[in-house]
């Protein structure tokens, strides 16, 4: 059937509005993280950043990347579309050789940054712990918050890679106390929720190198400890899918070798000689055993964490006390409150000490539930 004229008209009509809706998706899009990562090692390496035409960045480097990179300043071009680029300048993508050349130089060791976590206004909630840990048959009376003091802390910013079937990388950040216990854990490239500033309020003197490596030590503990837990999530996942490719592989080979055998088994009972069909099926099972031998190997985990920055933490803490009162039932509750969140910890049980989220009236005393007898 011959379409009419008209039909075809509007059908390269159709089809054109097709092409100039598409042409906007297909065009290439830089990650935003991307931008936002290079900003902040180039102004933590020391450079200066300043803002050009059309979303260009003009960086003025810093000493050390000056000499590294034979050049005062580079102008940074981050539109995948911009047919040319100004003169020196560099297009700056992931895979481009800006962008290498900046991951590579940020690849060399860990940065590290002074920062000072910022105060909220007020430091706690109005009500205190009540909304971090309720209460029953007990009311809370009036919290008092203990003045804000500054403590050292540290992040770590780590890359993970994993490799073998789906190749995967996360960031993550840990946050260590002074003494390197582990505070908090987080996916991404940033603390969440905190805003900073740059250098190390109230804490005059930065860590020496013996600190800092007692606590790259302790940071490389911490991460092993989560890397083990991804990996076995992630060989969870990862087995499935390897255990589907080889049922598919098997069940390929195995009705393959059932009709050779079957071929054998018709001829010989023709009377023919079946030497060779007993190799075909013997050579089957042997390249069967080497395509698995590839499944599994191209599915084996191999997993590598990468750590690029160290932030040395400034970071607002207070003491906050508070009452409990049920009768005549008075209990002192303490806790600490994280005051760049403005959010108390859990507060300790009056019985036994561990982080409650409940209190309870217990046979005059204040406990936690699973201290407190039924
Ligand atoms: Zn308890």
């Known amino acids: 059937m011959i379409a009419s004229a008209a039909t075809q008209r509007r059908r390269a009509r159709a089809a054109a509005a097709a092409v100039r809706a598409a042409a906007p998706a297909a065009a290439p899009v830089l990650h935003p993280e991307w931008r936002a990562f290079v900003g ?3 102004e933590a390496a020391g450079c200066t950043v300043r803002d050009a035409a059309r979303g260009d960045w003009e960086v003025e480097l810093s000493p050390a990347l000056r000499r590294r990179w034979r050049r005062q300043r580079v102008r940074l071009v981050f539109d995948p579309s911009r047919p040319t680029l100004p003169r020196g300048a560099w297009f700056t993508a992931p895979g481009s050789g800006g962008g290498r050349k900046i991951l590579e130089a940020a690849l060399e060791e860990p940065l590290v940054t ?6 909220q206004v007020p430091g706690a909630p109005a009500e205190g712990l009540a909304p971090v840990c309720r209460v029953r048959g007990l009311a809370w009376a009036a919290p008092r918050l203990g003045p804000v003091r500054y403590e050292r802390r540290f992040a770590f910013h780590g890359v993970v890679t ?3 079937g789906l190749p995967a990388q996360e960031s993550w950040v840990i946050l260590l106390d002074a003494d390197g216990g582990l505070l908090e854990t987080a996916i991404g490239s940033a603390l969440p929720e905190v805003r900073p500033r740059e250098g190390l309020y109230q804490i ?5 190198p013996d600190g800092r490596a007692r606590m790259t030590a302790a940071a490389r503990e911490h991460f092993a400890r989560l890397l083990d837990e991804r990996e076995r999530e992630w060989e969870r996942a990862v087995s499935r899918l390897r255990d589907d490719e080889l049922g598919r592989l098997g069940a390929f080979f195995s009705a393959r070798i059932e009709e050779e055998e079957e071929r054998l088994r018709r001829r010989s009972s023709n009377g023919e000689e079946g030497d060779l069909e007993q190799g075909d099926a013997t050579s089957l099972k042997l390249e069967w055993e080497r395509r698995a031998a590839e499944v599994q190997q191209r599915w084996a985990l191999r997993t590598e964490l ?3 920055g160290i932030e040395e933490w ?7 006390e508070q009452e409990l009162k049920a009768g005549a039932v008075r209990v002192r509750v303490a806790s600490r409150v ?4 403005g959010r108390p910890a859990l507060p300790g049980c009056p019985s036994c000490g561990a982080p409650a989220e409940m209190l309870v009236r217990s046979r005059g005393a204040v406990a936690c539930v699973r201290c407190a007898p039924e």
């Open 40 to 42: 902040r090692w180039l």
């Open 114 to 119: 002074r920062r000072t976590a910022l105060a």
């Open 162 to 164: 994993r490799w073998g």
């Open 204 to 208: 005059a003197d930065a860590l020496d």
């Open 306 to 308: 990468r750590v690029w």
């Open 314 to 320: 400034s970071w607002p803490v207070a003491d906050l």
């Open 338 to 341: 994280d005051v760049a969140r």
